[in-house]
């Protein structure tokens, strides 16, 4: 990697400006889904400004949106290395794991689609015998427990 004049090399091998700090990213090892992602995560962070010096690769710029140290930079830039490496593992597990998750959605949509209709089920309670009430959840308070008198200790 070439320093630039006015630039110099920051601790973790990015070049570092007095506003930014940029790096090249290879898109066979990091795919540009992955780094779409982490970038749309930084936008509140910082400005990610992405450009193509050369095939399969991307060159990437991010610049504080306030004022800050070389070591905050620094510190920003590992951040979005950390947050490539996720993406690039939450990519890769979401392609392995993409015909587990076809497989339940047919699955959960042939469920749906087998459900009984609410006319079914509304025929289906009026077949059964309602009239049956073993715990006298029908039975009036007071044909239970007597008339409701006007005793004023009750109230």
């Not at 095939?55 to 920003?76: C, F, H, I, N, Y």
């Amino acid at each position: 990697m070439a320093v630039q004049e006015g630039t110099q090399e920051s601790r973790l091998g990015f070049t570092q400006g007095t506003d930014h700090i940029s790096f090249d990213i290879d898109e066979t090892v990091y795919p540009l889904e992955a780094l779409y992602g982490a970038s749309y995560l930084f936008l509140d962070k910082c400005f990610v400004f992405l450009s193509r010096p050369s095939p399969q690769a991307v060159s990437v710029r991010l610049t504080l949106r306030d004022a800050g140290s070389p070591a905050e930079l620094d510190r920003l830039a590992g951040e979005f290395a950390n947050e490539l490496l996720s993406q690039v593992a939450r990519l890769r597990l979401t392609q392995a794991t993409a015909r587990i998750r076809e497989y339940y959605t047919a699955a959960a949509l042939r469920a749906a689609a087998s459900a009984p209709s609410v006319d079914d089920l509304l025929a289906e309670l009026e077949a059964e015998e309602l009239l049956e009430d073993p715990l006298e959840i029908m039975v009036p308070w007071e044909e239970k427990h007597g008339a409701k008198t006007d005793d004023p200790a009750t109230k």
